[in-house]
């Protein structure tokens, strides 16, 4: 399997532009998580889905912010308008369901996103 | 909710050196313990975990025993090399019912030649 792939590696766009994320996870994964790293606030949640469904969004920070997965493969994070806060490098993960204890979850490379 | 402190960084070691990077855990219950790392340039990847109360994680020479009555899961190395130089998270569920993780802030590892 190809792991967990993210599009664009790279990203760079001006304030006030609409910002789309692209992940696809590994085939037959039931769960996919969206992350963002900075250096200030090290590695956050944003929101996670179980089958294609969003389970837990709380940690997207505002409204600028959504995600959604249209189908088992493919997943987006958009950033609506975007913001210099926003830079940041964000990870996709996916991983197997495997009872009542979480599974490795397995990172893409990650999208690094600078807003200038 | 369950959370996990992790020493601060940056460790600088010289090659060969012993490793003990600290995380203590609070939580509700005995949840499975996860250490990940990550290379520069690279997203995270699984290094070793544990179960349950006791067990012994081990992989590419590192070791993490889950120990319930100190709520730590240190991470060891008897010998580091150059290219173990990466960030090392210390994880566990978010929740006893939840699959997201809570990671700690990552501690950074340098060895020197």
């Known amino acids: 399997d190809a792991g967990v792939i993210q599009s664009p590696r790279h990203e760079v766009t001006e304030m006030g532009q609409e910002v789309t994320l692209r992940c696809k996870p590994i085939s037959g994964h039931d769960y996919l998580f969206w992350y963002r790293q900075t250096m200030m606030r090290g590695l956050e949640l944003l929101i996670y889905?179980?089958?294609?469904?969003?389970?837990?969004d709380s940690g997207m920070p505002e409204d600028r912010f959504s995600a959604k997965m249209p189908n088992a493969s493919f997943s987006t994070l958009k950033i609506q308008p975007s913001e210099p806060r926003d830079s940041a490098v964000y990870f996709c993960a996916s991983s197997l369901w495997g009872g009542p204890q979480p599974l490795e979850q397995y990172f893409g490379p990650g999208t690094r996103l600078t807003v200038t | 909710g369950n959370s996990v402190t992790q020493m601060e960084g940056p460790v600088t070691l010289s090659e060969e050196a012993f490793l003990t990077i600290n995380c203590t855990y609070t939580?509700?219950?005995?949840?499975?313990l996860f250490w990940y790392v990550q290379y520069p340039g690279e997203g995270l990847q699984l290094l070793l975990k544990a179960t349950k109360a006791d067990d012994k994680g081990s992989n590419k020479g590192f070791e993490a025993t889950y120990r319930k009555e100190t709520t730590s899961f240190h991470l060891e190395k008897g010998s580091v090399q150059v290219s173990d130089s990466a960030v090392y998270f210390c994880?566990?569920?978010?929740?006893?019912?939840?699959?997201?993780?809570?990671f700690g802030k990552g501690t950074s590892l340098l060895v020197t030649p």
């Open positions: 994880a566990l569920p978010g929740t006893n019912s939840g699959y997201a993780l809570n």
């Open positions: 939580a509700t219950g005995y949840p499975s």
């Open positions: 889905f179980n089958n294609n469904v969003p389970i837990d």
